[in-house]
């Protein structure tokens, strides 16, 4: 079974200040991973994923994400925080050696980002 | 860009009567697939489906739920006979593989109200 943990329902941070949402999760076998942002009664849209190599993958709007093995974590980072980026956040796992290709999103987690 | 689109944006239906949400997923896209959202909770999966079957569900694709392509274009989820539980947001994604390097793109979402 696969799982994803957002251990932050909110994260606030200020304009200009960088930015992190943690998320973690659980696979039985190679993990591939998924950032999606959500606005207000909006679809999700997709910012970045990990699929294999580089452990730092670069995404749209400036976010990158962070994959580590051995502490089984995927966070979302963005070097400076706009008013813009304010929104929910979801990470979401998929087992690499399953079919069918069905995401488990973590509970989200809600940016607040301050003038 | 492609996107996938969905409609009604709003559907609102007494308890016991059927429903039937409508997406229209990306035009070279294979994989289909519907999850929900109730308010404030996390995205969950409901089903995925490939040349005309389903390929996985999850325990709350009940008989009450069915999903089909009509037509080549439409990928459409029916809910036979409503409950107010089934109060959700529902997005239907679509992926040109299956596979879990593949990225699953989202729909705006339909938000179903059950009364």
């Known amino acids: 079974a696969q799982s994803v943990a957002q251990p932050e329902d909110q994260v606030n941070v200020a304009e200009g200040n960088p930015l992190t949402v943690k998320c973690t999760y659980s696979?039985?076998?190679?993990?591939?991973l998924f950032w999606y942002v959500q606005y207000p009664n909006r679809g999700l849209q997709f910012l970045l994923k990990?699929?294999?190599?580089?452990?730092l993958v670069k995404g749209s709007y400036g976010f990158e994400a962070e994959f580590n093995k051995s502490q089984t974590s995927f966070h979302l980072k963005k070097p400076s925080a706009l008013v813009s980026d304010s929104a929910l956040y979801f990470c979401?796992?998929?087992?690499?050696?399953?079919?069918?290709?069905?995401?488990?999103f973590g509970d989200g987690t809600t940016l607040t980002v301050k003038p | 860009e492609p996107e996938v689109t969905q409609t009604p944006s709003h559907q609102v239906t007494q308890m016991g009567q059927e429903v039937i949400l409508r997406c229209v997923p990306i035009s070279n896209h294979l994989y289909f697939y519907w999850y929900r959202q109730i308010l404030g909770q996390k995205v969950e999966f409901l089903v995925s489906f490939y040349n005309n079957e389903i390929s996985e569900k999850s325990e709350i694709f009940d008989d009450q739920f069915s999903v089909e392509r009509p037509d080549g274009s439409n990928f459409t989820l029916k809910i036979r006979s409503t409950k107010l539980e089934d109060s959700a947001m529902y997005f239907c994604?679509?992926?040109?593989?299956?596979?879990?390097?593949?990225?699953?793109?989202f729909g705006p979402g339909t938000r179903l109200t059950v009364l």
């Open positions: 696979v039985s076998g190679n993990p591939y």
């Open positions: 979401a796992v998929r087992d690499k050696d399953t079919n069918a290709g069905k995401s488990t």
């Open positions: 990990y699929i294999t190599g580089d452990n």
């Open positions: 994604a679509s992926s040109v593989l299956a596979s879990g390097t593949d990225t699953q793109y």
